[in-house]
């Protein structure tokens, strides 16, 4: 007789689809505008019958695009509202889109992303139940459901996270298939498959993989029972293959409506878009280990990614799992069945990592298929780990599975709504990983800021200038324009202002204002995200006041600078403040000068004010005159205290205006000792050293209980 599951077994689907869902519903963060605007454009051509108009872009995003665009549709009917799609026609180019969209309506975009993400995390644990135990499926299901970085994806209108969570019940179904020689597994991964390249192409990666896995099946086959190599490779390989290629192409196309009218418009969109994305990088500057880069980053970026966005509790086991695999291997000389399943999870990790690597156009979410991978093979670790320091206690086998668990909900849930915040402590932490890769990709911060804006009586009538505009006026009451508009207040993000994106358009503001203190700023683990500033009057006083004069015409006024605690390869924004006591006629250069300790010229700017804009002779008596500069400090600059200097000087004879301080002693050298600098090498922040002790602890814990081992 059959035992009925008992009630803590069902219970397990639900906990795990709730978990899943809760954090992914609430209080989207959604930075990207522009798969809002082609999914509701998508599901009004496909309603309409005008299916030739329903390819929006070379990924092709069609699997994403359904369910967002009858989530929207479902939400204009019932609302009644007039969409804000429907503001621009719909051939205008999605990336200049800026809104405003209501978050109530971009949460209509995200729930049904988030229910069917959900639902996948709930199949993925199914899969994993048939392919290796309870235990460790539901390890999986909840690492799944609480990755920081799947966490966020999941939370933004965008191709990856659903397309990860395709490929991998893709992946899965293909092992169930391997094992169980079921056709309907078969069919069912390349179903998946088809619907995975349907939302992004680089989940054509799913084809190869489906080859690497009938090819191991295969080669075990033949060791098994020997036979003609041929005809097993006919019915073993290429007629699977051939089964899994043809179902995931008759769901490519069944879904994909231009493909029924104008083939050669949908597939010629993909096409350029495999070519273009491979020999192109992006079009926008990332950040990688402290440069800003418009060119390919290079073969290591996925790893530096990978090693950040992974959480501490999948790292941990990653390498517990690595470990204990190394020595299973050198003790038994054997792989049991369920270790090939890890490995060609493993192979699937790598070798999609492989294949991203290989194009110029590179993102750190580009990494998310892999990640997911990796999170089956940390929860094997996990239940190998708890077993084998359990012993025969299943108790305390099942508390120790239950721990790692608990540390990851822990360490990820207080985090809501900014999951991408946390960054592996391991590796490092935020402050390790804001100098090796782009954070705050997903706007964070910013709705903290409009929050903060909301609670004041007139914010209906202020107007905000913003970086990331859309994603700002999504929850702000007031006015929201361009960052470089006329406004009653400016908010910068690190998504910009880090990577150099349309510097043009704000690099004077921000060199401007970001020396001075911000009215309200966000940061998470000490690492500052957005800030926000009262637009600044011309006649705004310096932060840092003094009273030097220079010649018998000028006065030095004072400074801003946020900080004199600087690393090696930082970029320091400060201002002067200069004043004209009486008429100038003649044409004098500012000079500032970061001496090192022993006095040796590190960096200087000389000339005119205000970047060569504001010679001495257009300064008027009595104007404040602002003179921003920003010091890029070299990566390889030794530790010290370096000294900031300045003053005036004739470029023609190359003397120094005497200059004078508050007490009317003449200054040495006739120069303005602005600020010191203390220069110091990046210090480790004491969570990294803890969480990799206590990592280095589950390791040498593995590594006893499985030497032990008889």
């Given at each position: 007789?059959?035992?009925?599951a ?11 689809f709730l978990?899943?869902?809760i ?18 454009h998508f599901?009004d051509?496909?309603l ?8 929006y ?7 994403l ?25 719909p051939?205008?180019?999605?990336i200049?889109?800026f809104?405003p969209?209501p978050?109530?309506e ?6 049904p992303l ?11 644990w ?6 290796f135990?309870q235990?460790t499926?539901t390890a999986?299901?909840?690492?799944l ?5 799947y ?12 397309m ?6 893709s992946?899965?179904?293909?092992l ?7 056709r309907?597994?078969?069919l ?20 190869p ?7 191991v ?8 029972e020997?036979q003609?190599?041929?005809r097993?490779a006919?019915?073993d ?14 769901v490519?196309?069944?879904l994909?409506?231009t493909l029924?009218?104008d ?6 969109a993909?096409?350029?878009?495999i070519?273009?994305?491979?020999s ?6 990332t950040?990688?280990l402290?440069q800003?880069?418009?060119e390919?980053?290079?073969p290591?970026?996925y790893?530096v990614?990978?090693?950040f966005r992974t ?7 990653l390498a517990?799992?690595v ?5 299973w ?16 999870l493993v ?14 156009k590179?993102?750190p979410?580009y ?6 991978a990796l ?10 780990w ?12 099942a ?9 990851q ?18 590796a ?14 997903e706007?964070?911060?910013l709705a903290d800021?409009?929050a903060y804006?909301?609670e004041?009586?007139d914010?209906?009538?202020l107007?905000v ?6 994603v700002f ?5 007031g006015?929201?324009?361009d ?6 207040y400016?908010?910068?993000h690190?998504?910009?202002t880090v ?5 043009e358009q704000w690099?004077g503001l921000w ?5 001075r203190?911000?009215?309200q700023?966000?940061a998470?683990?000490?690492v ?6 009262p637009?600044l009057p ?6 840092h006041?003094?009273?030097v ?6 006065r030095f ?17 400060f201002?002067?403040y200069?004043?004209a ?6 044409d004098?250069?500012?000079f500032?000068?970061?001496?090192a300790?022993s006095?040796d010229?590190?960096w200087?700017?000389d000339g005119a004010?205000?970047h ?14 602002a003179?921003?500069h920003?010091?890029?400090l070299?990566?390889?600059l030794?530790?010290?205290e ?8 004739d470029?023609q ?8 301080g508050?007490d ?5 050298e ?5 600020a010191?600098?203390?220069v110091?090498?990046p210090r480790?922040?004491?969570?990294a ?10 390791l040498?814990?593995?590594l ?7």
């Amino acid at each position: 007789m059959k035992r009925r599951a008992s009630i803590p077994y069902r219970a397990i689907p639900v906990l795990l689809f709730l978990t899943a869902l809760i954090p992914r519903l609430l209080r989207p963060v959604s930075r990207p505008l522009v798969w809002y605007l082609r999914s509701a454009h998508f599901i009004d051509a496909v309603l309409a019958g005008d299916w030739a108009n329903t390819v929006y872009s070379e990924h092709p995003g069609v699997g994403l695009m359904w369910p967002v665009g009858i989530g929207l549709k479902v939400y204009w009917t019932l609302s009644g509202i007039s969409p804000a799609a429907y503001t621009v026609p719909p051939d205008f180019e999605p990336i200049h889109f800026f809104g405003p969209v209501p978050l109530a309506e971009i949460s209509a975009g995200i729930a049904p992303l988030a229910l069917l993400i959900s639902l996948g995390i709930v199949v993925a644990w199914w899969m994993l139940l048939r392919l290796f135990d309870q235990p460790t499926a539901t390890a999986a299901g909840f690492l799944l459901a609480l990755s920081p970085y799947y966490l966020t994806q999941s939370k933004v209108l965008h191709l990856d996270a659903w397309m990860a969570t395709l490929m991998l019940l893709s992946a899965l179904a293909l092992l169930l298939y391997r094992r169980e020689r079921r056709r309907r597994w078969l069919l069912l991964s390349g179903a998946l498959g088809g619907l995975a390249t349907l939302v992004k192409t680089p989940a054509i990666f799913l084809l190869p993989f489906a080859g690497l896995v009938l090819l191991v099946d295969l080669l075990q086959r033949a060791i098994r029972e020997p036979q003609s190599l041929t005809r097993s490779a006919i019915r073993d390989l290429l007629l699977p293959l051939a089964i899994w290629l043809a179902t995931a192409a008759l769901v490519y196309v069944a879904l994909f409506p231009t493909l029924w009218v104008d083939p050669q418009k949908g597939l010629g969109a993909v096409m350029w878009g495999i070519t273009h994305h491979a020999s192109t990088a992006h079009d926008t500057p990332t950040y990688f280990l402290g440069q800003v880069l418009k060119e390919d980053p290079g073969p290591v970026f996925y790893a530096v990614a990978l090693l950040f966005r992974t959480g501490e509790v999948e790292l941990t086991f990653l390498a517990v799992a690595v470990a204990t695999g190394a020595l299973w291997w050198i003790r038994h000389r054997r792989i049991p069945p369920k270790g090939i399943d890890l490995l060609l999870l493993v192979a699937y990790a790598f070798f999609f990592l492989a294949q991203m690597s290989l194009g110029a156009k590179k993102m750190p979410r580009y990494v998310l298929p892999s990640i997911l991978a990796l999170d089956v093979l940390a929860a094997a670790a996990i239940v190998a780990w708890a077993r084998s320091l359990a012993g025969d206690h299943r108790r305390w086998a099942a508390a120790l599975m239950a721990l790692p668990l608990l540390v990851q909900a822990g360490l990820v849930l207080p985090r809501h709504p900014y999951y991408g915040t946390g960054l592996n402590w391991i590796a490092g932490g935020p402050t390790a990983a804001a100098r090796a890769i782009l954070i705050g990709e997903e706007g964070e911060g910013l709705a903290d800021l409009a929050a903060y804006l909301n609670e004041r009586p007139d914010a209906e009538h202020l107007t905000v200038a913003a970086q990331l505009k859309h994603v700002f006026n999504q929850t702000f009451r007031g006015t929201t324009v361009d960052i470089d508009e006329p406004a009653d207040y400016l908010v910068f993000h690190r998504n910009y202002t880090v990577r150099d994106y349309k510097v043009e358009q704000w690099g004077g503001l921000w060199e401007r204002y970001a020396p001075r203190t911000p009215e309200q700023e966000v940061a998470f683990d000490g690492v500052p995200y957005a800030w926000l500033y009262p637009a600044l009057p011309s006649d705004v006083p310096p932060e840092h006041s003094a009273q030097v004069h220079l010649g018998t015409g000028f006065r030095f006024l004072g400074y801003d600078l946020r900080s004199t605690e600087v690393a090696p390869g930082d970029r320091v924004p400060f201002v002067l403040y200069w004043q004209a006591t009486e008429p100038v006629t003649a044409d004098l250069s500012i000079f500032v000068h970061l001496l090192a300790p022993s006095g040796d010229l590190v960096w200087q700017d000389d000339g005119a004010a205000a970047h060569g804009t504001r010679p001495t002779w257009s300064w008027p008596v009595g104007e404040t005159v602002a003179d921003p500069h920003t010091i890029a400090l070299p990566a390889d600059l030794p530790e010290g205290e370096y000294l900031l200097t300045t003053g005036l000087y004739d470029w023609q004879t190359g003397e120094r205006l005497p200059a004078f301080g508050s007490d009317g002693a003449r200054l040495a050298e006739d120069r303005i000792e602005v600020a010191r600098l203390t220069v110091h090498h990046p210090r480790t922040h004491p969570a990294a050293w803890i969480a990799r002790g206590l990592a280095g602890l589950v390791l040498a814990s593995a590594l006893f209980a499985t030497w032990r081992e008889r």
